[in-house]
Nanobody, 117 residues
Framework: QVQLVQSGGGLVQAGGSLRLSCAAS????????MGWFRQAPGKEREFVAT????????AYADSVKGRFTISRDNAKNTLYLQMNNLKPEDTAVYYC??????????WGQGTQVTVSS
């Protein structure tokens, strides 16, 4: 199993920045990639960004390209999401997740990000 503990988030004005963290523990050697997802009120959970645990290849949703940066620290088994130039439409609960090769099957507890206009 892999355990994920998220931190960061909060309330920020539009144009501001926040950084989310996600610390992984347990069978971290099984991680193929990690990702960030978000879910706004009344909407389905959506993909934000992903990173290969080995090699660091990244991918982003079009809505966050150029504003968000996903990164990881393998030595600390920690995933990050740097969010810049935040917009009110970025308001959501953000989740980190682990893919061990088949699907995202371990999820963090979620953290609220609220962007005021």
């Amino acid at each position: 199993q892999v355990q994920l503990v998220q931190s960061g988030g909060g309330l920020v004005q539009a144009g501001g920045s926040l950084r989310l963290s996600c610390a992984a523990s347990g069978r971290t050697f099984s991680i193929y990639r990690m990702g960030w997802f978000r879910q706004a009120p009344g909407k389905e959970r959506e993909f934000v960004a992903t990173i290969r645990w080995s090699g660091g290849v990244t991918a982003y949703a079009d809505s966050v390209k150029g504003r968000f940066t996903i990164s990881r620290d393998n030595a600390k088994n920690t995933l990050y999401l740097q969010m810049n130039n935040l917009k009110p439409e970025d308001t959501a609960v953000y989740y980190c997740a682990v893919d061990r090769g088949n699907a995202y099957d371990y999820w963090g507890q979620g953290t609220q990000v609220t962007v005021s206009s």
